[in-house]
Nanobody, 124 residues
Framework: QVQLVESGGGLVQPGGSLRLSCVASIRNFGSRAMAWFRQVPGKEREFVAAISGADGSQYYADSAKGRFTISRDNGKDSLYLQMNSLRPEDTALYYC?????????????????WGRGTQVTVSA
């Protein structure tokens, strides 16, 4: 059974950092495209970052560029999101997502596996 479990969310002050983790029970995890999305109540789920299962290439939403870093440890079937210089507008429920394909895409409808999310709150 496929399962994605996120952790690492919490309350942080503006300018602070958090590192999100996602442990995946997906067959051939290393060859899957993986991504982070986020969502606030009343809004659509938003792409944050993705990492290719083909060559490890990374892709970021404009809002994440220069502040967030996506990475993976295929030996641990794990995905990470290092978030620095956090802003109040980063407050959201953050989801880990995976594809059966190795290739990344920003649209959430093409991701086959989802975690339940971890809450990130940026507030003074």
């Amino acid at each position: 059974q496929v399962q994605l479990v996120e952790s690492g969310g919490g309350l942080v002050q503006p300018g602070g950092s958090l590192r999100l983790s996602c442990v995946a029970s997906i067959r051939n995890f290393g060859s899957r495209a993986m991504a982070w999305f986020r969502q606030v109540p009343g809004k659509e789920r938003e792409f944050v970052a993705a990492i290719s299962g083909a060559d490890g290439s990374q892709y970021y939403a404009d809002s994440a560029k220069g502040r967030f870093t996506i990475s993976r440890d295929n030996g641990k079937d794990s995905l990470y999101l290092q978030m620095n210089s956090l802003r109040p507008e980063d407050t959201a429920l953050y989801y880990c997502a995976g594809r059966t394909s190795a290739y990344t895409i920003e649209s959430s409808q093409y991701y086959d596996y989802w975690g339940r999310g971890t809450q990130v709150t940026v507030s003074a």
